[in-house]
């Protein structure tokens, strides 16, 4: 009987149960699916993520929207609500805030000014050009928009005398419009004189230093009696040092002799 069980318990440890195996390989085909559900989501999922950014690029280039401590958008952000006044009236936002520019962004703080101040600038200068046209003037007085501001070329010849800083009176109505216009501005005024490089020797003045920068003087304060701040004004004499053309010829020469009225930017 004994012997009975022995053989029992042995034929039993030679045939282990296997029936784990059913469930372990349909475990394995369900992960194998899930993994191939997850692989597929993954492709599609990549074409999406690609598409929302193409998106969120396209919108931040835009505009940004931030939102305050509150929960609420930022002031001139799309979207917000005009803000009212204790009244109950609408307020304004200022430019800056609202109006974008032809890139549909908001504008550098400052640029708005800057257009403002440029623009009475190009103003100024239509009006100068306007008088120089209906006065026959074209010879004697140029205009210039340089990097400084707008410059005013006055020949010698329709100013001063040869040698001399005393202003012509045939001049002054020019000069009294040319003043008149230039109140239109607060912005600063310098006044150059030059010369051509013969040498001067007279009793007032000793060399083209002296003659040049007395002419810029004689126009400064001109300026400064009929109504132009001093504030706004300075000059100064270069001589026969920053010519602009060479002085080998008398035509050359003429174009040297001149003083120039710069309106400076801001």
């Not at 990097?147 to 006055?154: E, H, K, M, N, R």
């Not at 109505?173 to 230039?182: A, N, R, V, W």
């Not at 300026?223 to 010519?243: A, C, D, H, V």
């Given at each position: 009987?004994?012997?009975?069980?022995?053989?029992?318990?042995?034929?039993?440890?030679?045939?282990?149960?296997?029936?784990?195996?059913?469930?372990?390989?349909?475990?394995?085909?369900?992960?194998?699916a899930l993994f191939i559900v997850l692989f597929s989501m993954r492709s599609e999922d990549m074409d999406r993520t690609n598409l929302l950014f193409?998106?969120?690029?396209?919108?931040?280039?835009?505009?940004?929207?931030?939102?305050?401590?509150?929960?609420?958008?930022a002031p001139g952000t799309p979207g917000k609500q005009p803000s009212t006044g204790e009244d109950g009236t609408e307020k304004q936002q200022s430019?800056?805030?609202?109006?974008?520019?032809?890139?549909?962004?908001?504008?550098?703080?400052?640029?708005?000014?800057?257009?403002?101040?440029?623009?009475?600038?190009?103003?100024?200068?239509?009006?100068?050009?306007?008088?120089?046209?209906?006065?026959?003037?074209?010879?004697?007085?140029?205009?210039?928009?340089?990097?400084?501001?707008?410059?005013?070329?006055?020949?010698?010849?329709?100013?001063?005398?040869?040698?001399?800083?005393?202003?012509?009176?045939?001049?002054?109505?020019?000069?009294?419009?040319?003043?008149?216009?230039?109140?239109?501005?607060?912005?600063?005024?310098?006044?150059?004189?030059?010369?051509?490089?013969?040498?001067?020797?007279?009793?007032?003045?000793?060399?083209?230093?002296?003659?040049?920068?007395?002419?810029?003087?004689?126009?400064?304060?001109?300026?400064?009696?009929?109504?132009?701040?001093?504030?706004?004004?300075?000059?100064?004499?270069?001589?026969?040092?920053?010519?602009?053309?060479?002085?080998?010829?008398?035509?050359?020469?003429?174009?040297?002799?001149?003083?120039?009225?710069?309106?400076?930017?801001?």
């Amino acid at each position: 009987m004994a012997r009975k069980r022995k053989l029992k318990k042995n034929h039993e440890e030679d045939h282990i149960d296997e029936t784990w195996l059913i469930p372990y390989s349909d475990l394995l085909t369900l992960l194998l699916a899930l993994f191939i559900v997850l692989f597929s989501m993954r492709s599609e999922d990549m074409d999406r993520t690609n598409l929302l950014f193409d998106s969120l690029n396209e919108a931040l280039n835009t505009f940004m929207i931030f939102e305050g401590s509150g929960g609420e958008p930022a002031p001139g952000t799309p979207g917000k609500q005009p803000s009212t006044g204790e009244d109950g009236t609408e307020k304004q936002q200022s430019g800056t805030e609202t109006e974008k520019n032809e890139n549909g962004k908001k504008p550098i703080p400052g640029t708005a000014i800057n257009d403002k101040e440029e623009q009475k600038l190009q103003d100024l200068m239509s009006d100068l050009q306007s008088h120089i046209e209906e006065n026959n003037l074209n010879a004697e007085i140029t205009l210039n928009d340089i990097s400084q501001g707008i410059q005013i070329t006055l020949r010698d010849r329709i100013v001063f005398d040869s040698g001399s800083d005393n202003i012509k009176v045939n001049f002054i109505p020019s000069l009294d419009e040319i003043t008149k216009i230039l109140t239109k501005l607060d912005n600063p005024i310098i006044v150059e004189g030059h010369t051509d490089n013969r040498p001067i020797h007279n009793s007032k003045f000793t060399s083209n230093w002296e003659l040049s920068g007395a002419r810029a003087a004689a126009v400064l304060h001109y300026f400064q009696n009929n109504g132009i701040s001093p504030n706004r004004l300075s000059f100064t004499g270069y001589g026969e040092f920053k010519p602009i053309a060479a002085n080998d010829t008398p035509e050359n020469r003429e174009l040297n002799r001149r003083v120039n009225i710069i309106i400076l930017r801001k």
